[in-house]
């Protein structure tokens, strides 16, 4: 019960920081680079792989089990975010 109240909690944190970020980026211009559509789905590609791997993780709570699907979901990040430049 308390490992499906921390997935939820992080899961409504991770939306409400996308969606305040998105309402604070209509209201000031953002002095960052603006990213490409095509970046924008890269790094929701990512934040979904993620999202998927800390239920997987919350759901078996063993540190090897965690370090099985961290370090290749990591690689995989990696590999997806390397292809913008």
Request: aromatic share 10%; no cysteine.
């Amino acid at each position: 019960m308390r490992y499906l109240l921390a997935l939820i909690v992080a899961i409504l944190q991770i939306f409400l920081s996308t969606l305040i970020n998105q309402l604070t980026s209509f209201l000031v211009k953002p002095r960052a680079r603006t990213l490409s559509r095509k970046e924008r789905i890269k790094r929701n590609w990512v934040r979904t792989i993620w999202l998927v791997a800390s239920t997987l993780m919350l759901f078996n709570p063993a540190l090897p089990v965690i370090m099985i699907i961290a370090l290749p979901t990591t690689f995989l990040s990696f590999m997806i975010l390397d292809e913008m430049q």
